[in-house]
């Protein structure tokens, strides 16, 4: 079939999930109409393949939004409720030990001195999100208004977390192949 040596050829540089659901959605598509001739094979794949990578495109960006809006959000509350009324302190002054050595344990693994320049978002910008979802466990009650329940919180956190994670390896994976390829 024309364009199937051109598709393994491409395998490596592709999201290899994908891939193979693109391949299998045109599978279904030939056995349910045998009737229409395929002339490029690699064509179609793509075709679908590139659907499905801007459904992901989307799917991220509201991540992004929604991981920007919960930082923004919990930023304010650490402000309101551990920071001095004139300064935004709140990783810097002695109101909760705990809190400020984990802004200052993640600050160092950033390599970043934390300081009064600062503001709270920039400092939970050095937050992960499993970081931030910790952060919210430890101070539920002052985050609990964000959410309908605990429970809920934790598996709509752990699950923005697991896709930022697979975005990371796919991109650490497709950075890795290029550079190998060039």
Same mark, same amino acid.
């Given at each position: ?34 009737e ?21 495109h ?13 930082? +923004?959000?919990?930023? @304010?509350? $650490? ?5 001095? #009324?004139?300064?935004? &302190?709140?990783?810097?002054? !002695? ?22 320049d600062?503001? +709270?978002?920039?400092? @939970?910008? $050095? ?5 931030? #979802?910790?952060?919210? &466990?430890?101070?539920?009650? !002052? ?11 934790k ?28």
């Amino acid at each position: 079939m024309l364009g199937s040596d051109k598709l393994k050829k491409s395998i490596c540089m592709l999201h290899n999930n994908y891939l193979l659901g693109s391949c299998k959605e045109v599978g279904i598509f030939i056995k349910k109409h045998p009737e229409k001739e395929i002339k490029d094979v690699f064509n179609f794949v793509m075709s679908i393949y590139n659907k499905r990578i801007k459904a992901h495109h989307s799917l991220f960006l509201i991540i992004h939004v929604f991981e920007t809006a919960v930082r +923004s959000k919990i930023a @304010l509350i $650490l402000s309101q409720n551990y920071s001095n #009324e004139e300064q935004d &302190d709140w990783f810097l002054k !002695d109101n909760d030990q705990k809190l400020i050595n984990k802004a200052r344990r993640i600050a160092d693994i950033n390599k970043i001195n934390l300081n009064l320049d600062m503001s +709270s978002f920039e400092v @939970l910008d $050095l937050f992960t999100l499993g970081d931030l #979802e910790n952060l919210i &466990d430890s101070k539920w009650s !002052d985050f609990k208004d964000l959410f309908y329940d605990k429970k809920s919180r934790k598996r709509y956190l752990s699950q923005q977390s697991d896709q930022n994670q697979i975005e990371i390896n796919r991109l650490k994976y497709r950075n890795f192949t290029i550079a190998t390829r060039v």
